[in-house]
Each structure stands twice: as C-alpha cells, then as structure tokens.
C-alpha cells in the first residue's frame, strides 16, 4: 500500500497546535507577570516615617574654665580712647564628653573637648566614648573643669559668654615658647662678670656648688634647654567677648606661641 501524503488541511492544524514563542521579557518574568524594576522608589509609609527625635539637653553649666586656641595679638581702644593691647584667644565651642560624678568619682566635674580631629587619630575606647556623648566626630584636647553652676550632660555646647563675662580676672596655662639651648645670663638673668680686658669670666656660671658632697645639688641654675614649660599667668582681665567668632580678647601676658593650646581659668 502507498502512504497517504498529508493534506494542507492537516498541515495547518499541526502548526496551530504548537505554541506560540514568547518574547524574552516574558520568559523572563516567569509567564505573562509583569517584572518588578529592581530601583522602584521607596514605599510611601517609608518616607512618612519621621527622623528620631533630637535629644534634650539643659541649659549649659558654668564651669570654671574652658580650652582654647591663641590666635594672636592686636589691639583695641576702650570708651576713654586709651589704645588697650590685648591677646586674641579661641575659646570654644568646647563639648561636654564625660561627667564626673560625687557618687562614681567622689567629686563633680566636667570633661570637656575642643577642636574636632580625624577618626583614624583616635582608639577604639575614646571612639566609644565620642559615640556615647552624641558627638558626631571626636575631640582632640580634653580637659576637666569644676561646675560651679548648673548641670553638666553629655553633648553640651558649651560657649565662651556661658562662662565668662567682660572684665573678669583670669588666669591662663599653656606652652611657653622654645627658646633653644641657653647659657645662666640669658635663662636666669646672672649679672655676669666684669666686661674689660684681663677678665676671665664675662658669662660663664663658675662654680657648680661644694666640694664636700662630690655632687651636684638638684634644682642648681645651669646652662640648658629655655623654654617650652608649661605657664601659668595670673591676674588677665578679659576686656571683651566676642560672642559670634568664639573669641575673647584678654589683657595681659598669654603664653605660648601663636595656635598654641592654652586652658583659661577663673581666678
């Protein structure tokens, strides 16, 4: 028997049968789903969602001393037209980090930071203690101060006009400046010998002390290293603060150099 030969008839049904190809976003997707973009926005109940409520902290304390930063030194006039020289002092914004209590430490203090520094230049203990402050970078210079008013919390700003007022006395340490290797005239003011001819001594100490010990006494003026210790100078006047730049500008002999560190006190 001869085979029968399909007719077109039956041609046509056998490629409706089969299955139409789909496009690629819908194999894909997984049937005819629509896919999801994978950078939708966020939902509408997430950007409703309010910020964390700032903490509350009290009205800064008065404390006996802040940190601060010479800048330099100038010149002002007062309301008599007398020219008044005065030293140029950053104090603050300085920060509450720790909180010394009678209870934990046996007496009531504030520590306190100034200046911001990197992250990299300080441990992991002092960045657990930045964090635990509220601060969102940590401080270079630290320094406890007494509270003599109010009460000290962690993350306080404190500010120059929270603590000092114009016209007040005070007292400021610092770094005094290097002056290198110097000789007995120059460090301690010795008179020195007779200055003509045929003299042997003109700047030289002399005598290093007795011979009955065999030693030197601790404490003998000598030739050495000048400068460089730390200061403090008493009886400043603050003769004006300057609320808006953080500065005050203190009448008198501040130590150390130009950018140095120095700590004004309450005298």
Not at 57 to 81: A, E, N, Y
């Amino acid at each position: 028997m001869q085979e029968e030969k399909p007719t077109p008839e039956s041609g046509a049904q056998v490629e409706a049968a089969q299955p139409e190809p789909t496009s690629a976003p819908e194999q894909a997707s997984g049937g005819g789903q629509t896919p999801v973009a994978t950078g939708e926005a966020p939902s509408a109940a997430a950007e409703a969602a309010p910020a964390p409520p700032k903490r509350e902290l009290p009205p800064p304390p008065v404390l006996k001393g802040l940190i601060g930063r010479k800048l330099g030194m100038t010149h002002i006039f007062d309301d008599q037209g007398r020219m008044v020289p005065v030293t140029v002092v950053e104090l603050g914004p300085c920060y509450v980090v720790q909180v010394r209590t009678p209870e934990k430490d046996g007496y009531y203090a504030a520590q306190v930071g100034f200046m911001p520094t990197k992250t990299q230049r300080v441990n992991k203990p002092m960045l657990g203690v930045f964090k635990k402050a509220g601060l969102e970078k940590p401080l270079r210079y630290l320094k406890e101060f007494t509270v003599l008013e109010g009460q000290a919390v962690q993350g306080q700003e404190i500010r120059v006009e929270h603590v000092f007022k114009e016209g007040e006395t005070v007292k400021v340490t610092g770094i005094s400046k290097g002056k290198g290797f110097a000789g007995v005239v120059r460090r301690y003011k010795f008179a020195g010998g007779p200055k003509t001819h045929g003299s042997m001594v003109h700047r030289r100490p002399l005598s290093s002390g007795a011979t009955g010990p065999q030693r030197v006494f601790k404490g003998k003026p000598m030739p050495g290293r000048m400068g460089g210790d730390q200061v403090t100078v008493r009886n400043l006047t603050i003769v004006k603060i300057l609320a808006e730049k953080n500065c005050a500008l203190i009448k008198g002999a501040v130590p150390g150099a130009r950018n140095s560190i120095v700590y004004v006190q309450k005298q």
